[in-house]
């Protein structure tokens, strides 16, 4: 059994995990044993903190132990016998997947990651006959692991009996100023789960910085469909008011995940240098931003216009760009996301293994 999109479970398989999430917090001592002996491989192509500390601790205080593969130890092979040999030693294959646009092979600068490719990934290796359970620890347009945690934390920071009572709760979903590059997988999975679930959801964004326009529109029906509503607009200060969860953080920008699309073969004939330098661009034009849309850092006076809304960010977080120091350390709710990871990705490693 896989964990690779959300929107792929139905929503009672989504709050059978995050109900075995609270049984694990409640009740520790119960399921140090729960996977004995049993061994998680992680593969991270690209820089992570939280989510691999966070699953290495989580197999550990269910009784098995994890392995980080390095990538750059690695042989070049196919990825089904690659697949096959891990069935062979593990439990599980927990993958990071790459930023599109990162360099795989500097040896040579021609192979790089598409945003489009974290499909044929998962796809090749569905192609494997009974293979090991898999578990994206982020890819292309998801991060089902944060979607999971963020859920809990909702229904737990607005002081919900159930997650039906999700529907109807309006969240905020804004770009924010920024210095890094960053991905739009995590933001793209906090819309798909809040759609699932039915919340009143605003995206608001730069025309520039504008998010996936299929995910956006399979989300606006998903949401429709479960009783919320999708909204866009660019007016930052306006669309504060009223909003329960204000979700802040800067992402990339369009044009940039559209020359890194898979569907683009040009790239394939470009080297080092020149790859580079499109990334370096979208640096400059990130730092540009800063001053075009001065404005666009969640503040105190921001946060005011809402209905006592806690504030929240996937992290690494940019300090008085994203949101200032403030709403940061008084208005967030990084606290109790950090501990939902934990049972969360507890409860994940569960649910794969059938033990749910």
Known sequence: MD??????LSKEKVVKIIDFASKLEFEKKEFLSLLLNQTLAMNFN???????????????????????????????????????????????????LPNPGDIIDTKTGKKIWKYGDSEKYFSEIDNVEDHLPIISLRHD?????????????????????????????????????????????????TLKIASKFGMKITI?????????????????????????????????????NDQ???????????????????THSFL?????NALKEIRTKEIEKMRFSIKKYNNRTVS?????????????????????????EDVWNNMSLQDELLKNKLYIQKAILAFIADKL
Not at 3 to 8: G, H, M, Y
Not at 149 to 167: Q, S
Not at 222 to 229: D, R
Not at 300 to 324: G, H, Q, W
Request: glycine content about 8%.
């Open 3 to 8: 964990l690779i999109e959300t929107i792929k």
């Open 46 to 96: 690209a820089p992570s903190t939280r989510t691999q500390i966070s699953f290495h601790a989580s197999i550990a205080e269910l009784g098995g132990s994890s392995y980080f593969i390095d990538p750059k130890t690695m042989h070049s092979e196919d990825l089904s016998d690659f697949v096959k040999v891990l069935k062979s030693y593990c439990c599980a294959y927990g993958v990071r």
């Open 141 to 189: 347009d998801g991060h089902p692991c944060q979607g999971l945690y963020e859920l809990k934390t909702y229904k737990e920071a607005l002081g919900l009996n159930n997650y039906a009572e999700l529907k109807g709760k309006r969240l905020l979903i804004t770009w924010t100023k920024g210095n890094k590059v960053k991905p739009w997988s995590p933001t793209l999975e």
């Open 204 to 240: 608001c964004n730069p025309k520039e910085f504008s998010l996936d326009r299929g995910i956006i529109d399979n989300c606006k029906l998903a949401a429709s469909v479960n009783g919320g509503e999708l909204i866009e607009t660019t007016e930052f200060n306006d669309s504060f």
């Open 244 to 262: 329960d969860i204000v979700y802040g953080r800067n992402w990339v920008s369009s044009e940039f995940i559209d020359t890194f699309s898979s």
């Open 268 to 272: 394939d004939g470009l080297g080092l």
């Open 300 to 324: 105190v006076e921001n946060m005011i216009l809402t209905n006592n809304a806690r504030f929240i960010n996937p992290m690494p977080f940019e300090k008085n760009l994203e949101a200032t």
